[in-house]
Every structure is written in C-alpha cells, then in structure tokens.
C-alpha cells in the first residue's frame, strides 16, 4: 500500500473556503464521511478531540488532523486545500494552506504512526509541497505524491 492510494477523489477539497481550524476540520471530515460511509459526527467529534490536546499544525503550511476509529477497515485521508491560509496552532505560527485528514483503524496503532510519518516526511518536501499547492485536480496531486514517495517502501 502507498499513500497516495489512500486519497480518493471525494476526499479532496482544493478550494476550502473556510476561516477557522475547526470549520476546515469539519469540512474535510464531511467529505471523508460520504466518501467512505462513516458517520460524520463520531469522526468529528474524536478528531475535534484529538485537536483539543494538541495541534496538528506540524509547520511549513501543513496540519495533520487525526484519529483512530473503531470499526474502520483500512486507512482513510482527505485532503484539503485553502489559498489564503488559515491560523492552526501550527508549531512555526505560521498559516495551514494544505490539511490531510487521516484516519486509522483503532487497533492498528503502528499503521497510524507509519502514515503520520509518511505525512510528515512527504511534506518536508518544499517540491510536493508546492506541486500540491498547484494542483488543479485529483490526478495532479496523486501524480505529484507518487513522485515524492517513489523512494519509500510500500506501508
């Protein structure tokens, strides 16, 4: 499995409208919701809650909102894009343009871990960053993962 088979394409928002962390988290969480059938306000309400405890603003525009959920079968991440940029409570104060949602299954906590730093490794990457905030569809930024992550190992 690679991360960008993780994306699918209703799971993608490049144009996210809204001003606040919690609006864009709730955005991406209805997206992934109807993508996968999940229920909309359990998602929400553990990622919400996770976000409470610590900010998943990781820095260089990036935040990775997240969670483990009982019940789901396999990894699950949305993606979410906004031009102006929004506060998050990122570790270099700076403001989130590019927010991948993830979410794993509860009892897969290494998986969880691996794919948060995949993330993270993939996104230190001022090339993927830039080329994702390019991206004018799906293709494109699942194009512009596969280049960054052809050297790393299947998850």
């Known amino acids: 499995m690679r991360f960008s088979d993780l994306i699918v394409p209703?799971?993608?928002?490049?144009?996210?409208r809204n001003?606040?962390?919690?609006?864009?988290i709730k955005s991406l969480v209805k997206r992934?919701?109807?993508a996968h059938g999940l229920t909309e306000k359990d998602v929400l309400d553990r990622v919400l809650e996770?976000?409470?405890?610590?900010?998943t603003g990781v820095g260089q525009g990036v935040a990775v909102p997240h969670t483990t959920l009982i019940g789901l079968?396999?990894?699950v991440v949305a993606l979410g894009r906004t031009k102006q940029?929004?506060?998050f409570d990122s570790i270099d104060g700076e403001p989130v343009r590019l927010i991948f949602l993830l979410l794993s299954p509860d009892g897969d906590v290494p998986l969880h871990l691996k794919l948060l730093s995949r993330i993270?490794?993939?996104c230190q990457q001022p090339t993927l960053r830039k080329d994702l905030l390019d991206a004018t569809s799906h293709d494109t930024i699942t194009a512009a993962i596969q280049r960054a992550e052809h050297s790393f190992q299947d998850l």
């Open 10 to 16: 209703d799971a993608v928002e490049l144009n996210l």
């Open 19 to 24: 001003r606040t962390k919690d609006s864009v």
């Open 32 to 34: 992934v919701a109807v």
């Open 50 to 55: 996770r976000e409470r405890a610590l900010s």
């Open 73 to 75: 079968n396999k990894p």
């Open 85 to 87: 940029g929004i506060a």
């Open 120 to 122: 993270s490794r993939l």
